[in-house]
């Protein structure tokens, strides 16, 4: 092996060595937001920066990078004409914040696996054609403060338990900031709008006990 080589190889893994969670995260993060680019119909190429052929998702349109963290903070595609399916990928999303899909036509059940994104505080997904019922899952959003479902065909029972445990399973997030404020269901099962605050969560089951 010639001197260039071996100072190539030298390089390249200690890049590896000093680098290797940064590339980790982009791989899984790139990866999972591709999944979604490919199952949605773009007619208007909102998701043309998307590219998984990049170091990570930090130069993508539409999504919020944080280099602290290095993570997808953010996913704002509300009302881009985007249609199909979500994809389970997108629980992998473990940085997410604030998942912005808003007034499309995507359509299909609410994947489960949503439940794993342990930092979500805004879910909104009112005015699309998804089906289905709510996934109990999302009972392990303990950090969810806004959850947006109206104007959907979503159908089956209402997770009245699973989704009070957002907020009653941790007697902390309850007294903080990040406790469950707003959970909007309308045109779905019937008519609903729920407020929270600290003495009305104890009242969550039965205002949502109505629509069951």
Known sequence: MDRLSMASLIVGWFILIIFPFTIVYADYQGDALY?????????NDYLI????TLVDPSTWFHVTWNDTSKGVERIDLGDSMLSGPLVPELGNLDKLKYLELHDNKINGPIPKELGNLANLVSLDLNNNNLTGPIPEELGKLTNLRFLHLNDNNLSGRIPVHELAKISASNPDVIMGRFFLKLVIVASNFEEILVFFDQKQHSEFKSMLRHVM
Do not use: V
């Not at 999944?35 to 007619?43: E, G, S």
């Not at 920066?49 to 998984?52: E, G, M």
């Open 49 to 52: 920066t998307w590219d998984n």
């Open 35 to 43: 999944a979604l680019r490919q199952a949605l119909d773009d007619p």
